[in-house]
């Protein structure tokens, strides 16, 4: 069973930066990983996932703005997050599944199997 524990979240004024990271408790090189964020009253929305070979998504939403990236030898996943916006505030989860995907699934959450508890951003 792989934990997930991110941080780095925290609050902000428009247009400001955070850097949100997930650390695994164990082997992930070969998992699909990806971010997620769910607002108060909304559904979670995928923001970007990566594979394994790197191939990456990003959802409309934050396509240009947030940057996904990995470090195989440290078991993270990091998400880079500019030009924030009030409507970025969510709770911000990392979540992983050993299986090899379509990179075009990558944002569906249905098919992860392991999530973090979330780290909050508040975007004012």
């Known amino acids: 069973h792989v934990q997930l524990v991110e941080s780095g979240g925290g609050s902000v004024q428009a247009g400001g930066s955070l850097t949100l990271s997930c650390v695994a408790s164990?082997?992930?090189?070969?998992?699909?990983m990806g971010w997620s964020r769910q607002a108060p009253g909304k559904e979670r929305e995928g923001v970007a996932g990566?594979?394994?070979?790197?191939?990456?998504k990003y959802s409309d939403s934050v396509q240009g703005r947030f940057s996904i990236s990995r470090d195989n030898t440290k078991g993270a996943l990091y998400l880079q997050m500019d030009s924030l916006r009030p409507e970025d505030t969510a709770m911000y989860y990392c979540?992983?599944?050993?299986?090899?995907?379509?990179?075009?699934?990558?944002?569906?959450?249905?098919?992860?199997?392991?999530w973090g508890q979330g780290t909050q951003v508040t975007v004012s």
């Open positions: 990566i594979r394994s070979d790197g191939r990456i």
């Open positions: 979540a992983a599944d050993p299986r090899f995907y379509d990179a075009d699934l990558l944002l569906h959450q249905s098919l992860y199997k392991y």
């Open positions: 164990e082997y992930t090189r070969d998992y699909c």
